[in-house]
T-cell receptor, first 109, second 115 residues
Framework: KNEVEQSPQNLTAQEGEFITINCSYSVGISALHWLQQHPGGGIVSLFM???GKKKHGRLIATINIQEKHSSLHITASHPRDSAVYIC???????????FGQGTRLTINP | GAGVSQSPSNKVTEKGKDVELRCDPI?????LYWYRQSLGQGLEFLIYFQGNSAPDKSGLPSDRFSAERTGGSVSTLTIQRTQQEDSAVYLC?????????????FGAGTRLSVL
């Protein structure tokens, strides 16, 4: 079992829908990161969080430390949101990231 | 520069040859990371440099892989006697300080193809 599990692996939705991507982890962490990778493109860091909730535009990330779970939400989704979303954690005492397998999101117009 | 710069962007090599991949981090960033993304696979950690501390090499898959960081800035990842399974996108990232407190900025990657 991977230390970081994402669900779903693939998600297709219509423009305007509310999107939720989930991430569960099994180790104690000092921070959790959400990353975005567009097809053929580089990786961009969306959020880093260790507690609570963060919001940036139409993106919201939440984390529940007790339940070892985080969610990434996209409101009013748009085709340009189509990308792979990756959850990653830095475990306590470690400086490296452990990555989930990613969620491939496709938003159809 | 404005972002993390990696070179070359693409590298095609023959099995058994050595390759060097270069990463130029954001100026002032003390932490530098190398990752690998194989086709259809997720990202995996290779090596981490932080200031003058000994690097964390725990992710290097074999002794054919090595990396150095000169003067606390530019880093080179070297793969000796390349194998076909080394084909992947090699990504470099840097952060202001250690990862738990700072976001990482990724380079565009080097796509390595071993024929």
């Amino acid at each position: 079992k991977n230390e970081v599990e994402q669900s779903p692996q693939n998600l297709t939705a219509q423009e305007g829908e509310f999107i939720t991507i989930n991430c569960s982890y099994s180790v104690g962490i000092s921070a959790l990161h959400w990353l975005q990778q567009h097809p053929g493109g580089g990786i961009v860091s969306l959020f880093m969080l260790s507690s609570g909730k963060k919001k940036h535009g139409r993106l919201i990330a939440t984390i529940n430390i007790q339940e070892k779970h985080s969610s990434l939400h996209i409101t009013a989704s748009h085709p340009r949101d189509s990308a792979v979303y990756i959850c990653a954690v830095s475990a306590w005492g470690a400086q490296k990231l452990v990555f989930g397998q990613g969620t491939r999101l496709t938003i159809n117009p | 520069g404005a972002g993390v710069s990696q070179s070359p962007s693409n590298k095609v090599t023959e099995k058994g040859k050595d390759v060097e991949l270069r990463c130029d981090p954001i100026s002032g960033h003390t932490a530098l990371y190398w990752y690998r993304q194989s086709l259809g696979q997720g990202l995996e950690f290779l090596i981490y440099f932080q200031g003058n501390s000994a690097p964390d090499k725990s992710g290097l898959p074999s002794d054919r892989f090595s990396a150095e960081r000169t003067g606390g800035s530019v880093s080179t990842l070297t793969i000796q006697r390349t194998q076909q399974e080394d084909s992947a996108v090699y990504l470099c990232a840097s952060s202001l300080d250690y990862i738990a407190k700072n976001i990482q900025y990724f380079g565009a990657g080097t796509r390595l193809s071993v024929l």
